[in-house]
């Protein structure tokens, strides 16, 4: 019992030594509440789309390098920091919305996801354009498959988020409260927004809320190591799942500060068959 207090202790020094860290690092990334910071604008007209099986447009990553990882303000599991290759892929312009899961729900006869942990009235997350909330990871897999599609790797959603240079942000690397819905409600929204508020913090490939919103499930088993030795083309994740039992979400929501709303920020410790109230998806498809 004794060490068993004491191991306990322990932890829980670490814990508030990392939050600490984790809240000093907050108040050293500049945020502007007024200036933008600048931002390439770039013509989203030339980027090739298509439609998935659920009527919804997806965009053309193209073939070819990128960066992957944090740099110098990125956590332990986000190094090293590497250049990947990934073969062309789609990707959901925008996050699944409520109104697209309960046709989907609605043509399988599936549950509307309950959601969990949630300090205020439900219905402020439900309305049709907000991304759909409390979708299990299985939920997720399912609905991209019925859509004709599947769940992005960790990879293919990091570079659709970023592009090819490694920005820290979508849009670039300075933080903005106009360009990302976070905590609190300096930007906007005390939750969820309906997805697309936010048209100035797209990234190169013109994908909408991949920062903050809500985060979002990815095929990937975490491994914390995993970036230490992954493949230089097309990682696809742990291939052993008992490595890890439990599944990686992405791109942060609109709990969170600016730290865990940047491209390269993993988030591991899900279980694939629990719903959290922050927690949404996108779907992925190859490229023919």
């Known amino acids: ?25 907050a108040k050293r990334i500049e945020v502007t509440d007024t200036d933008l910071p600048d931002v390439a604008v770039a013509d989203f007209r030339k980027l090739k789309t298509t439609l998935g099986g659920d009527q919804r447009e997806m965009v053309l990553i193209p073939a070819g390098p990128f960066i992957m990882g944090g740099g110098p303000e990125g956590d332990f599991d986000e190094h090293p920091q590497r250049v990947v290759y990934l073969d062309a892929y789609y990707m959901d312009i925008y996050e699944v919305t409520n109104a697209d899961y309960r046709r989907f729900a609605k043509m399988l006869k599936r549950p509307f996801p309950e959601i969990p942990v949630f300090e205020d009235d439900v219905r402020l997350l439900q309305k049709d354009r907000q991304p759909v909330v409390g979708v299990m990871w299985t939920d997720a897999f399912a609905y991209c ?55 100035g913090g797209r990234g190169p490939y013109g994908l909408y809320d991949m920062a903050g919103n809500v985060s979002e499930w990815v095929s990937d ?36 500060i600016p730290h865990d709303v940047r491209t390269s920020k993993r988030f591991g410790g899900a279980h694939p068959e629990r719903g959290e109230s922050t927690v949404g998806f996108r779907c992925a498809r190859d490229a023919e």
């Open 145 to 199: 498959k019925w859509a004709g599609n599947r769940l992005p790797t960790e990879a293919e959603w990091e570079k659709a988020a970023r592009g090819e240079g490694g920005r820290i942000w979508p849009w670039g690397d300075a933080f903005s409260l106009k360009l990302a819905n976070g905590r609190g409600e300096e930007d906007g929204f005390k939750y969820s927004a309906p997805v697309g508020s936010y048209p």
């Open 1 to 25: 019992m004794v060490l068993l207090t004491i191991i306990t202790m322990v932890a829980l020094i670490v814990e508030q030594r990392k939050g600490e860290k984790l809240e000093e690092e």
């Open 221 to 256: 088993w975490y491994d914390q190591f995993y970036y230490k030795k992954s493949p230089a083309k097309n990682p696809k994740g742990p291939e052993n799942p008992d490595i890890s039992k439990v599944v990686v979400y992405r791109g942060g929501s609109y709990h969170s």
